[in-house]
């Protein structure tokens, strides 16, 4: 099945669904069908709590109405450098009334799990955090993160900036030449590595991916980023890798850097990375990858879909639940997305809007 899968992708068999002439009304305008089944959605329902078949697709035209605060990223298609940056629309925008508290108490949980000396089954954690992970992994990722949200938290000041976007994220790309990279023992808050020629070819895509991030940052699309990945495929950690190449090269202050370090797959990416925005009380974040496999994979149907490998049917068939809606969001390039993990962004936040099926879990590795 994988290697059907990477011929699959390989042969480049996408499509990104045209827009709509007017706003959709159903699950790809982000409304929930009358007859969705909440209760039962999260728990292995969701894919027979409703009949409509728009609502097991993360599809969404977040474009159409304002609630999706659609912004759009610009990019010359031949640096594949940001051009500019469309402005939010009236009400969208981070950070909102409120964040500096919230973040606070954010980085107050973090803390409280770089402290403990161990994890006990049953304690609730980041999502992000909750896998089976080496101590040192942990303790580095929640100290980061930590520090991330509290050192933003306190810079949050009346008439400060508002960016598009909360986060702009990205995914690593792993693979077992990885174990020959200098940046496997690398840590949050360490030194910066100097990486010869032959290092940076062993990191492949990253290079491209950790550059785009930190083009985000710089181009003002959003105040902090994210990097996201495990030591899936090799001993280095993906999150860390990225965030060595977001600071060390692409000059993202090390402040402004949130990390993931459990996800091994880009399901789990888009799962970790929504869980991360929510307990963040953020709606959106721009989700930015290379202009090879992923991109396509991110699309709204690609050849996955025929064969059972989509995100969205994988997500269904790991967990029960739909990790929410993206759409492409840049222009120049197919490469950046507009992401959001709630589902039904498009229903009042106080209802049906605030749903989403992540969020903290208790530990049980």
Request: aromatic share 10%.
């Given at each position: 099945?994988?290697?059907?899968?990477?011929?699959?992708?390989?042969?480049?068999?996408?499509?990104r669904?045209?827009?709509?002439?007017?706003?959709?009304?159903?699950p790809?305008?982000?409304?929930?069908?009358d007859?969705f089944?909440?209760?039962?959605a999260?728990?292995?329902?969701?894919?027979?709590?409703?009949?409509?078949?728009?609502?097991?697709?993360h599809?969404?035209?977040?474009?159409?109405?304002?609630?999706?605060?659609?912004?759009?990223?610009?990019?010359?298609?031949?640096?594949?450098?940001i051009?500019?940056?469309?402005?939010?629309?009236?009400?969208?925008?981070?950070?909102?009334?409120?964040?500096?508290?919230?973040?606070l108490?954010?980085?107050?949980v973090y803390?409280?799990?770089?402290?403990?000396?161990?994890?006990?089954?049953?304690?609730?954690?980041?999502?992000?955090?909750?896998?089976?992970?080496?101590?040192?992994?942990r303790?580095?990722?929640?100290?980061?993160?930590?520090?991330?949200?509290?050192?933003?938290?306190?810079?949050?000041?009346?008439?400060?900036?508002?960016?598009?976007?909360?986060?702009?994220?990205?995914f690593?790309?792993?693979?077992p030449?990885?174990?020959?990279?200098e940046l496997?023992?690398?840590?949050?808050?360490?030194?910066?590595?100097?990486?010869?020629?032959?290092?940076?070819?062993?990191?492949?895509?990253?290079l491209i991916?950790?550059?785009?991030?930190?083009?985000?940052?710089a181009?003002?699309v959003a105040?902090?980023?994210?990097?996201?990945g495990?030591?899936?495929?090799?001993?280095l950690?993906?999150?860390?890798?990225?965030?060595?190449?977001?600071?060390?090269?692409?000059?993202?202050p090390?402040?402004?850097i949130?990390?993931?370090?459990?996800?091994?797959h880009?399901?789990?990416?888009?799962?970790?990375t929504?869980?991360?925005?929510?307990?963040?009380?953020?709606?959106?974040?721009?989700?930015?990858?290379?202009?090879?496999?992923?991109?396509?994979?991110?699309?709204?149907?690609t050849?996955f879909?025929?064969?059972?490998?989509?995100i969205?049917?994988?997500?269904?068939?790991?967990?029960?639940y739909?990790?929410?809606?993206?759409?492409?969001?840049?222009?120049g390039?197919?490469?950046?997305?507009?992401?959001?993990?709630?589902?039904f962004?498009?229903?009042?936040r106080?209802?049906?809007?605030?749903f989403?099926?992540?969020?903290?879990?208790?530990y049980?590795?």
């Amino acid at each position: 099945m994988a290697l059907i899968a990477v011929i699959a992708g390989a042969a480049s068999c996408w499509e990104r669904e045209p827009l709509p002439l007017y706003p959709q009304l159903g699950p790809s305008g982000g409304y929930a069908p009358d007859d969705f089944d909440f209760e039962a959605a999260c728990s292995g329902g969701w894919e027979y709590g409703t009949n409509d078949a728009d609502a097991r697709k993360h599809t969404s035209f977040p474009e159409r109405v304002p609630e999706g605060c659609y912004t759009q990223v610009h990019y010359d298609p031949v640096s594949k450098k940001i051009t500019s940056v469309s402005a939010p629309s009236e009400g969208c925008g981070f950070p909102h009334a409120g964040a500096k508290e919230r973040l606070l108490a954010r980085a107050a949980v973090y803390e409280a799990v770089a402290r403990a000396p161990s994890l006990r089954r049953g304690d609730r954690v980041p999502m992000e955090l909750a896998c089976e992970l080496p101590a040192d992994v942990r303790r580095a990722a929640a100290q980061a993160n930590a520090l991330t949200l509290r050192s933003y938290a306190e810079s949050i000041h009346e008439g400060g900036d508002i960016y598009p976007y909360a986060v702009a994220g990205t995914f690593g790309f792993g693979e077992p030449a990885h174990n020959g990279s200098e940046l496997r023992a690398w840590r949050p808050g360490a030194p910066c590595v100097g990486l010869s020629a032959e290092q940076r070819e062993i990191l492949n895509i990253n290079l491209i991916r950790a550059g785009r991030i930190a083009d985000a940052y710089a181009s003002h699309v959003a105040p902090l980023v994210s990097v996201s990945g495990g030591a899936v495929h090799a001993d280095l950690v993906e999150a860390f890798m990225l965030g060595h190449l977001a600071h060390c090269e692409g000059k993202v202050p090390q402040d402004r850097i949130l990390y993931d370090p459990c996800a091994d797959h880009t399901h789990t990416n888009f799962r970790n990375t929504g869980a991360i925005l929510k307990e963040m009380d953020a709606r959106f974040a721009y989700l930015v990858t290379d202009d090879f496999l992923q991109s396509k994979y991110m699309q709204e149907w690609t050849t996955f879909d025929a064969i059972g490998g989509s995100i969205d049917q994988r997500a269904l068939r790991d967990w029960g639940y739909l990790l929410g809606a993206w759409r492409q969001a840049s222009s120049g390039i197919d490469a950046g997305f507009w992401f959001t993990p709630y589902r039904f962004w498009a229903e009042p936040r106080e209802g049906r809007g605030s749903f989403a099926c992540v969020g903290d879990v208790p530990y049980d590795p």
